[in-house]
């Protein structure tokens, strides 16, 4: 088995690589060319930790694909990051371990931010000239990247709950002169007046509430991949005109859909379609101006047998 360390492939996959490589993902999911286990997710709450183990095998693939993604939230306070994982590329012909990624959470973020740009490309209006970026991590860090690769953005817009991390972003946007970037001083009226807005958080508290949510507006969240992480609150859900799921089964277990079910404000039914209806064709993504539109991500296997698949390209392994 042959180990590929972080650095041969950081930053050097494209969004708009990484963005059409999970769009094939999806649609293979769609079509019935993807087979994947349901995700194991452990919380450790004494340890204020999490372990999560997500893969998929997509047919005709070279490799069927393991990921082992971790969460000690502690390690802020130790200077350390809260992120960690690994890849594990099984020989799709014998079984036997291929290749390993010592992605270290770089892949993951990476696939989840160009989840975002797909959702972004089915159902934000293609007008928007200016998005809202809610959250400065590493996960909103390359979200960032994924929205501008994306629409045609001028001005992006980062509000956190910690400013002095939204303001390293935004310096860092501003800093690679593709885009304007500026911090929000507070969320409340910046959620008003923008129509694209990405929730990339760990919060536990809903962040955007319903009645600050104007027509036509569109957000993707990707902060709840546990069931007790929520970015929106449960009546937005039940205002929108479309929600989209990555996978409904995992949203109604830890995304904003579980906690809308929750609050007996939303069922599964009222679900528009997944991901995979709209990269596959089977659905149309936004079709009127005044729409809302929300897309509840939570992460699906076939986005790191995705993504992994272009590494192999990428680095001709």
């Known amino acids: 088995m042959k180990v590929i360390p972080l650095e041969a492939f950081r930053d050097k996959i494209p969004l708009g690589v990484a963005i059409a490589a999970v769009e094939r993902g999806f649609r293979a999911l769609?079509?019935?060319?993807?087979?994947?286990?349901?995700?194991?997710?452990?919380?450790?709450?004494?340890?204020?930790?999490?372990?999560?183990?997500?893969?998929?095998?997509?047919?005709?693939?070279?490799?069927?694909?393991?990921?082992?993604?971790?969460?000690?939230?502690?390690?802020?306070?130790?200077?350390?990051?809260?992120?960690?994982?690994?890849?594990?590329?099984?020989?799709?012909?014998?079984?036997?371990?291929?290749?390993?990624?010592?992605?270290?959470?770089?892949?993951?973020?990476?696939?989840?931010?160009?989840?975002?740009?797909?959702?972004?490309?089915?159902?934000?209006?293609?007008?928007?000239?200016?998005?809202?970026?809610?959250?400065?991590?590493?996960?909103?860090?390359?979200?960032?990247?994924?929205?501008?690769?994306?629409?045609?953005?001028?001005?992006?817009?980062?509000?956190?709950?910690?400013?002095?991390?939204?303001e390293r972003l935004v310096r860092d946007l501003t800093a690679s002169g593709v885009v304007q970037a500026r911090v929000a001083a507070a969320l409340e009226p910046e959620v008003k007046r923008h129509r694209v807005i990405v929730t990339a958080t760990a919060s536990t508290t809903p962040l955007i509430k319903a009645a600050w949510v104007a027509t036509g507006t569109h957000i993707t969240s990707v902060g709840t991949g546990s069931p007790e992480k929520v970015e929106l609150e449960p009546e937005l859900l039940a205002k929108a005109d479309k929600v989209i799921a990555d996978r409904v089964f995992q949203t109604a277990r830890y995304g904003n859909l579980h906690h809308a079910m929750a609050a007996g404000l939303f069922t599964p039914e009222r679900v528009y379609g997944e991901v995979g209806d709209l990269a596959a064709g089977r659905l149309p993504g936004r079709e009127q101006d005044d729409e809302i539109t929300i897309a509840d991500l939570t992460g699906v296997g076939v986005q790191d047998a995705a993504i992994a698949a272009t590494v192999v390209e990428s680095l001709d392994l």
């Open 30 to 166: 769609c079509l019935g060319e993807a087979t994947l286990p349901d995700p194991l997710v452990a919380e450790l709450n004494d340890l204020s930790a999490e372990v999560h183990v997500k893969g998929a095998y997509v047919k005709g693939a070279r490799h069927v694909v393991l990921k082992l993604a971790t969460g000690w939230y502690k390690n802020r306070e130790r200077g350390l990051p809260s992120g960690d994982g690994l890849f594990l590329l099984l020989d799709a012909t014998t079984g036997a371990p291929a290749l390993l990624l010592a992605e270290h959470g770089y892949l993951t973020d990476l696939r989840t931010a160009a989840a975002v740009g797909l959702t972004l490309k089915y159902l934000a209006a293609k007008h928007a000239r200016t998005a809202l970026l809610v959250g400065a991590g590493a996960v909103a860090r390359l979200s960032a990247r994924a929205i501008i690769a994306q629409l045609p953005i001028e001005t992006l817009t980062v509000w956190n709950r910690t400013p002095a991390n939204a």
